[in-house]
C-alpha cells in the first residue's frame, strides 16, 4: 500500500518560510512526477509546482520566485521550500504522485495524493 506522508506545516506570519515534506512509504517514484497542490477554504484546489522525472519544474505564476520544489536522489521525499508568504497561501498543501508527463495542473493526472499539511500565514 503506497502512502504519501506530508509534514512542516504550520503558522507563520507575512513574509515568512516554511518547508514542507513528503515522504512515500511502499515504493520509490522514479519514474513519477512529484508535486504540490492546495485548497483555501470555499476555492477549488489548485495547482502548486510539479517536478518531472527527469528534474524538470513548473510553478503557478501565483508562487513562481518565493517557492522551490525538490526531491531526493533515491526518488522517495519531495519537498517545498515556501518563502516571502503571503496570507493568500493558507491553504491545505496535498503532496502528489503520478506518471503524467504532461498537464501537470490538472489534478486527475496525478495517483497518489498526501492527507494534506495546513499552511495559515497571518497579516
Known amino acids: 500500500q503506497v502512502q504519501l506522508v506530508e509534514s512542516g506545516g504550520g503558522l507563520v506570519q507575512a513574509g515568512g518560510s516554511l518547508r514542507l515534506s513528503c515522504a512515500s512509504s511502499?515504493?520509490?517514484?522514479?519514474?513519477?512526477?512529484m508535486g504540490w497542490f492546495r485548497q483555501a477554504p470555499g476555492k477549488e484546489r489548485e495547482f502548486v509546482t510539479a517536478?518531472?522525472?527527469?528534474?524538470?519544474?513548473y510553478y503557478a505564476d501565483s508562487v513562481k520566485g518565493r517557492f522551490t520544489i525538490s526531491r531526493d536522489n533515491a526518488k522517495t521525499t519531495v519537498t517545498l521550500q515556501m518563502n516571502s508568504l503571503k496570507p493568500e497561501d493558507t491553504a491545505v498543501y496535498y503532496c502528489?504522485?503520478?506518471?503524467?508527463?504532461?498537464?501537470?495542473?490538472?489534478?486527475?493526472?496525478?495517483?497518489?495524493w498526501g492527507q494534506g499539511t495546513q499552511v495559515t500565514v497571518s497579516s
Open positions: 502528489v504522485v503520478g506518471l503524467t508527463s504532461s498537464s501537470w495542473s490538472v489534478p486527475r493526472n496525478y495517483d497518489y
Open positions: 511502499g515504493r520509490t517514484f522514479s519514474n513519477y512526477a
Open positions: 517536478m518531472s522525472r527527469s528534474g524538470i519544474t
